[in-house]
């Protein structure tokens, strides 16, 4: 994956320097040299690409209250602080299963706490699943999660934030037929309509299928947007901003790679699905768009095997300029067994990305990097 200009070391400047000058004239002295700190300055420049910087690593939860943990997701908040979210309970699916979310506030993850459930009424309760955050321009913070028995049946429902995540609306549900974003935070667009990645899978378990919805700037008037998904089998996309105001989805897959579409018209209509060169075991992967245009994907960089958790034991960060073509620049973990999955990342505001992800489905890891 790494480019031509990453394979050039200062050995091979010095070459390139030396041995014409040894027979050159003292103004051809002078071209090699310009020509020498030329090529110095964009070693430079591509190695940087290719590294990012540890700046802190911890799991967030000191003590987890249950025992399992997963499908964690991140927001920044307009007080600088972080929240973030996850479902946890007894395991994956059990009724007991709820929306937990914990604060980042003065260098320390606050306790636990639970804001959403799966109850329905007091003889009906179901687990809760897939809570993803997201940060509005106007301030609001809305946290979308899903209800149900299982991914095939369940329903949408939102809570939302005015101050900051410290108190939240009655639980809402979501229109037939809209889900809200299935695990990846939605992205607001420039006239502050909220595009939300999503997906279905069907009761018989044999079709995914990829979708867009888009809503307003607090999470209502929602439109379903299709996607022709005829020739792969994909969930739970990715969206990512490109010059010239186009979108691109990234999407996890059945066929060991990460799958792709792009649309030019804000959303409302997405070309044909085409297979990445990055690889993809059936597991979830997240990315976003820095505020200098760069592309960043959190992805786990194996096939699948005969477990459905084959392929999830390391955890890496790649980096792209055009949304195609990656860079792995940092290993999050890498073990020889164990399950390190579903990230989520942002950008903030001082440059740095954070990154959550499951951790063996015990707790869940934060780590911020500087690139």
Known sequence: MGGKAAKLTMADIVIF???PVLHRSHNMMKKYMLIAALLVVSLFAANAQRKATLVREEFIMEKPPVPAAHASTI???PDGDLLASWFGGSRESAPDVCIYVARFHKGK???PSIVASGVVNDSTRYAAWNPVLITTKAGRVILFYKAGPNPREWWGMMISSTDN?????APERLPDNILGPIKNKPVQLADGSILHPSSTESLDEKDW???VELSDS???QWKRVPIDCDTFGVIQPSALFHAGKRLQMLCRSRQNAIVQTWSTDNGQTWSPLTK???LNPNSGIDAVTTAKGQQVLVYNPAMSGKDWWNGRNELRVAVSKDG????DIYVLVKEAKGEFSYPAIIQTKDGLLHITYTYDRKNIRYVVLKL
Do not use: D
């Open 17 to 19: 320097v030396a041995l």
């Open 75 to 77: 927001t920044g908040l």
């Open 109 to 111: 993850w606050s306790a």
């Open 165 to 169: 995540g410290r108190s939240w609306s």
């Open 209 to 211: 299928h990829i979708h």
């Open 218 to 220: 607090t999470g209502h």
């Open 276 to 278: 990445q060169s990055m």
């Open 324 to 327: 195609e073509h990656w860079k």
